[in-house]
């Protein structure tokens, strides 16, 4: 397998966030993110880690920009930290922030990269979590400023924008868990936050849409295939509500299909009381492309204990099966099969893959950071990939997570991601084998 079997427009990238790289989190004028605060204060993060230097991006993104070129990606996918742009989530403009980005951007143009934009990657600022953050009523206004600033401001030069990454993902760990930043708990929290976050996702993109000429809107949705331990009718229910929640439910609204709510009482009552039909014909955008980030199947099981979808997953080392270092199943059949599940919608008209990888200890041999596991997985899922694409699948490209080691949230700077190794305390950069693999596979 080679890279020019995926065809010659394929776009090939490495995806970072804003709050896991930059570092200078309470510098040149950026006020506090939930990330910031939830670190310092929450005790939720391994080893107590803060983001408050995280790799120095904001210093070395002309080294990091430099090595994408080098490994020879054509993307380079950034998020945008919100209060970099409004330190206090809105009004007041931090102008060094601005032009932060303007740099990294350039940085792209002149090495020949395309920018791809993430909008909002996690790190809200702390000043609208205070009033009720993803919870509150006024966050789609505070919202679509900051999103109608961002398009104004790098429209001319930025074509490729991710609206919301995974709205899944911190709406659940952050709301409803507790283990993300803002650390809320409660199933109330999540459907609130989930609903705003519905209506971010399509008001956000239609946003872009006017004001950005030519450009190509996404929003990426984390995705596991849900695999039902038994095929016993309390194990089937477990599994088809946890793949409602984890597949379905932000996906379909942005397809016009609204919450998947049916025959599921908590749900069915959420729609009711937020009168969420209402808002079906807002959270609706028909998305350039969807982004779909995999990183491993989840095997479930009926549990009675667990409250709202009574399901529990089966862990992958309890299954035996192989897994990364952060314990997710490794299966690239399970990749394949989710491709087919999103592309099976007939409004998903385009997939792009805006995040895969893994964790897994390295290895330093003879110098050389040795991560034979990461590239084996690679090749796994690029293989899935290249099967769904020849199936006749419309993907588009694939971003690798991620460029260097980084602050991988409530994990610290333990897990480490990166197809390059980054040293924390000198801050050197150090290619892995994976990185090289990368390099030699992009330049067939
Ligand atoms: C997130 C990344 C994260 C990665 C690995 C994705 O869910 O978008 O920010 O680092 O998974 O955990």
């Not at 990269?113 to 009523?137: N, Q």
């Not at 952050?174 to 209506?199: D, K, R, S, W």
């Not at 899922?381 to 602050?407: C, E, P, Q, R």
Request: hydrophobic share 45%; glycine share 8%.
């Amino acid at each position: 397998m080679q890279s020019s079997h995926f065809g010659k427009d394929f776009l090939w990238g490495v995806a970072t966030a804003a709050a896991q790289i930059e570092g200078a989190a309470n510098a040149y004028g950026k006020g506090p993110s939930i990330w910031d605060t939830f670190s310092k204060r929450s005790g939720k993060i391994k080893k107590g880690h803060q983001p408050t230097e995280a790799c120095d991006f904001y210093h070395r993104y002309k080294e990091d920009i430099a090595l994408v070129k080098t490994l020879g990606f054509t993307v380079f996918r950034f998020s945008i930290s919100w209060s970099r742009i409004f330190p206090l989530g809105d009004g007041a403009v931090n102008k060094e922030g601005v032009a932060f980005y303007h740099n990294v951007i350039d940085e792209c143009l002149k090495l020949d990269l395309i920018p791809m934009v993430t909008l909002y990657h996690w790190d809200l600022p702390e000043a609208l979590s205070k009033e009720g953050g993803w919870t509150a009523f006024g966050i789609n206004a505070w919202f679509n400023d900051y999103v109608s600033f961002c398009a104004k401001e790098y429209g001319a030069k930025v074509k490729q924008w991710i609206v919301i990454n995974e709205p899944f993902g911190f709406t659940s760990l952050g709301y409803m868990l507790g283990v993300h930043a803002p650390g809320q708990t409660g199933v109330h929290n999540f459907f609130e936050a989930a609903l705003h976050t519905a209506i971010a996702q399509a008001d956000g993109a239609k946003i872009l849409r006017g004001e950005v000429k030519g450009a190509v809107i996404g929003t990426a949705f984390s995705c596991s295939e849900i695999v039902p331990y038994t095929q016993s009718a309390p194990d089937l229910l477990a599994a088809k509500r946890t793949d409602a929640l984890m597949n379905r439910f932000f996906l379909e609204p942005v397809l016009g299909l609204g919450f998947p709510t049916a025959n599921w009482e908590v749900l069915e009552k959420f729609a009711i009381s937020h009168s969420t039909w209402r808002y079906q014909e807002r959270m609706k955008f028909d998305f350039d492309f969807i982004g779909i980030q995999n990183y491993f199947p989840l095997v479930i099981r009926y549990n009675a204990f667990i409250p709202v979808v009574q399901a529990w997953e089966v862990k992958a080392k309890n299954r035996r099966a192989p897994h990364t270092a952060m314990g997710w199943e490794v299966n690239a059949d399970s990749f394949y099969r989710i491709i087919r599940q999103f592309a099976a919608y007939p409004q998903v008209k385009n997939i792009m893959v805006t995040e895969n990888g893994a964790y897994f200890q390295d290895h330093l041999v003879d110098g050389k950071i040795n991560d034979q596991a990461r590239i084996d997985y690679f090749k796994a899922y690029l293989a899935a990939m290249l099967k769904a694409k020849n199936d006749g699948v419309n993907i588009t490209g694939y971003l690798a997570w991620t460029l260097l080691d980084n602050f991988e949230w409530a994990e610290g700077y333990q897990a480490r991601f990166g197809i390059v190794y980054n040293d924390f305390k000198t801050q050197q950069r150090t290619i892995k084998q994976s990185g090289y693999w990368w390099q030699e596979f992009l330049s067939r």
